[in-house]
């Protein structure tokens, strides 16, 4: 387990780059309303406004891996990534639940969040193995929180 989790931080880290384009926190979070509409979420204001708010604090808390001014285009890579790796696995996701996880994890405040490690994480925990089930969603949200609050995760 220890290697796919080493792996898929290496991968989320360079993903960035894979994906790269201009785009603001503003762009991301109506990009991600758009993506999880079609997937049968509503797409209200009030959803809109916690994408933007989310996908603000991830970009000014999580380590950045692209050029300094690309930080929403970082974290928005990272979440995409993420979805489409849970979409491989067949385990439904919305990039809202998944921007979630995150932002759930960077409440202290602190800057430099490794980030991809809170989503290599979350996915290790929700992917079934051999002979295994995977986490609920529930479960991998409560799993990341349990390791924030006892220092396995934090920044970097």
């Known amino acids: 387990m220890k290697r796919n989790v080493v792996a898929l931080v290496t991968l989320l880290m360079l993903a960035p780059n ?3 384009q201009a785009y603001t926190n503003s762009s991301i979070a109506d990009i991600f309303a758009e993506r999880d509409q079609e997937r049968g979420v509503a797409s209200t204001n009030e959803r809109k406004e916690q994408l933007l708010e989310m996908t603000q604090r991830a970009a000014r808390q ?8 690309q930080e929403a285009e970082n974290i928005g890579n990272m979440i995409i990534f993420t979805r489409q790796k849970l979409d491989a696995a067949q385990v ?4 809202y639940e ?9 409440g202290d405040g602190k800057t430099d969040w490794n ?15 051999e002979g295994e ?3 609920t969603h529930i479960g991998a949200y409560k799993t990341i929180q349990a390791s924030r609050d006892n220092g396995i995760l934090g920044p970097t």
Do not use: Q
């Open 98 to 106: 998944l921007l979630d996880v995150v932002y759930s994890a960077l």
């Open 18 to 20: 894979a994906f790269a």
């Open 115 to 129: 980030c991809a490690s809170i989503l290599a994480m979350y996915l290790t925990l929700r992917v079934p193995g």
């Open 62 to 69: 999580c380590h950045n891996n692209l050029a300094k001014g």
């Open 133 to 135: 089930s995977g986490l």
């Open 92 to 95: 439904p996701i919305t990039h």
